[in-house]
T-cell receptor, first 112, second 114 residues
């Protein structure tokens, strides 16, 4: 069956460092992959989307890579800030299928 | 001010009672979704609708029902058949542009059982 795995343990880093979160998947050929941010008690918010034929995407301090051979995406936050502390979810999509496949999320804590 | 709203923020259900969670969007999105989120289990799809007057079961539809009479609205009813309804419920909407699906979420409703 289709499966997505994200860092199961919470990630704690020091302010100013780069946070790197991992999303691995099996038994799936996504057309695109997305990253969302979720704060406690709130709905997820879309951050970035990367297509299967793209290697890297950037938006301000965020960078996403997508390796369809390794079946892996890496999500980087450079110059991290305490305000970046949240849970980050990855989601896979394919073509006209309206359902996304969601990972469980990785909790990130940026310490001042 | 476009967006997706859910109400109420907190909802209490008594034993044997049906309760309805509201979800409204003014983004003109064609598709709408209901997810349930429990600690450590991520987002699980309950129902989704791609068009008015049509909807499909997700992975955990048992004990839930929905309707889609208007494009803007997708209410979820948690019936008495749902034996473990305590959870955080999230509604989302989306439009398919260029084969890409991005979902926009409401603020969520937390359902608690008395």
């Amino acid at each position: 069956s289709q499966k997505i795995e994200q860092n199961s343990e919470a990630l704690n880093i020091q302010e100013g460092k780069t946070a790197t979160l991992t999303c691995n998947y099996t038994n799936y050929s996504p057309a695109y992959l997305q990253w969302y941010r979720q704060d406690p008690g709130r709905g997820p918010v879309f951050l970035l989307l990367i297509r299967e034929n793209e290697k890297e995407k950037r938006k301000e301090r965020l960078k996403v890579t997508f390796d369809t051979t390794l079946k892996q995406s890496l999500f980087h936050i450079t110059a991290s800030q305490p305000a970046d502390s949240a849970t980050y979810l990855c989601a896979l999509g394919a073509g006209n299928n309206r359902k996304l496949i969601w990972g469980l999320g990785t909790s990130l804590a940026v310490n001042p | 001010d476009g967006g997706i709203t859910q109400s109420p923020k907190y909802l209490f259900r008594k034993e044997g009672q049906n309760v309805t969670l509201s979800c409204e969007q003014n983004l003109n999105h064609d598709a709408m979704y209901w997810y349930r989120q429990d600690p450590g289990q991520g987002l699980r799809l309950i129902y989704y609708s791609q068009i008015v007057n049509d909807f499909q079961k997700g992975d955990i539809a048992e004990g839930y029902s929905v309707s889609r009479e208007k494009k803007e609205s997708f209410p979820l009813t948690v019936t008495s058949a749902q034996k473990n309804p305590t959870a955080f419920y999230l509604c989302a909407s989306s439009t398919l542009a260029g084969g890409l699906e991005t979902q926009y979420f409401g603020p969520g409703t937390r359902l608690l059982v008395l």
